[in-house]
């Protein structure tokens, strides 16, 4: 009923940037929380970053500084800039958005994109 649909990936340069989207489109009430989490080979799937509906933002400590997590509610979208990349934010990101669905009886659920690669080459 609701999908995520990713965009932006790719390979970059240490010190590069990249600019992530994901997009929430279907059966919307509402989008509380939207988040970034990525997973690296190997490694458990950690949070990168979470923004509110009302703007409020959460980062992890490796990234802050570095990445800006921003939305448009307007759109059901939200949008990871990445800055400064090094080799290690190399992973498979993903959207995540905590969702009212609009349904005969709302009901509220978490929603999670496919992933978009991104690699930082040193």
């Known amino acids: 009923q609701v999908q995520l649909v990713e965009s932006g990936g790719g390979l970059v340069q240490a010190g590069g940037s990249l600019r992530l989207s994901c997009a929430a489109s279907g059966s919307i009430f509402s989008i509380n929380a939207m988040g970034w989490y990525r997973q690296a080979p190997g490694k458990q799937r950690e949070l990168v970053a979470t923004?509110?509906?009302?703007?409020?933002?959460v980062y992890a400590d490796s990234v802050k500084g570095r990445f800006t997590v921003s939305r448009d509610n307007a759109k059901n979208t939200v949008y990871l800039q990445m800055s400064n990349l090094k080799p290690e934010d190399t992973a498979v990101y993903s959207c995540n958005a905590d969702t009212v669905v609009a349904a005969p009886v709302p009901y509220d659920d978490v929603y999670w994109g496919q992933g978009t690669q991104v690699t930082v080459s040193s």
């Open positions: 923004i509110t509906s009302g703007g409020s933002t």
